[in-house]
């Protein structure tokens, strides 16, 4: 399996809801990563966990809630979000250290639109 | 904060000609990448250029990374309708095992 599956591909929620982002790996990769991307933009890092572990918050705000329950998944909980949270979400994995050749692995993505 | 900044921001070329684009950086790196992303989808990996190598091939593509002048570029050769997408260079901080940060993209179109 080589694919990063992200869930659901598309989100419509409230300002006032409680959703999540659900993203999953089998390849072995030990380092999973969230970035945020608006539209003509670049990805945009938010959080990175390496060994399960939270490494990086590139300072998202705290309505952004990463969790990752174990080496292959990897979640992201909204809760009372503002429209301009509006973006495409993606999840990516990798090898921890990054020499490996293949890069990263990246999710189609979730489309998500706050109203 | 961005790392890589590419140029041109938008290209279109007819198929089967040749297609170059530009990556510049500020900081020192362990290696760059290349991804493509087709319209509104996850990012594909290209090719990764390690920081001791000047070029590098994989099928059309061609890469060259110049460390003095923090650039590099990205030839895709005989191009087809389907190399239409946004492309991004993206860079990985020779501090230590920093996560991936990417450039602005360039769209390239392809007209048949």
């Known amino acids: 399996d080589t694919e990063v599956t992200q869930t659901p591909k598309h989100l419509v929620m409230g300002m006032t809801n409680k959703k999540s982002l659900k993203c999953e790996q089998h390849?072995?990769?030990?380092?999973m990563y969230w970035y945020k991307q608006k539209a003509k933009k670049p990805p945009e890092l938010m959080f990175v966990?390496?060994?399960?572990?939270?490494?990086i918050n590139e300072s998202v705000p705290s309505r952004f809630s990463p969790e990752c329950p174990n080496s292959s998944l990897l979640n992201l909980h909204l809760h009372a979000l503002q429209p301009e949270d509006s973006a495409l979400y993606l999840c990516a994995s990798s090898q921890p250290d990054g020499t490996v050749d293949d890069g990263y692995t990246f999710g189609s993505g979730t489309r998500l639109t706050v109203v | 904060s961005q790392q890589g900044e590419e140029d041109p921001q938008a290209l279109s070329i007819q198929e089967g000609e040749n297609a170059t684009m530009n990556c510049s950086y500020k900081t020192s790196i362990n290696n760059l990448q290349w991804y493509r992303q087709n319209s509104g989808r996850g990012l594909v990996h290209l090719i990764l250029?390690?920081?001791?190598?000047r070029e590098k091939h994989s099928g059309r593509l061609r890469v060259t990374l110049d460390t003095s002048k923090k650039s590099s570029s990205l030839l895709i050769t005989a191009s087809r309708a389907a190399d239409t997408a946004s492309y991004f260079c993206?860079?990985?901080?020779?501090?230590?095992?920093?996560?991936?940060?990417f450039g602005k993209g360039t769209r390239l179109s392809v007209i048949a």
């Open positions: 390849m072995g990769h030990r380092a």
């Open positions: 250029i390690r920081s001791n190598e």
């Open positions: 966990y390496s060994y399960e572990k939270l490494s």
């Open positions: 993206a860079t990985d901080e020779y501090s230590g095992n920093t996560p991936l940060v």
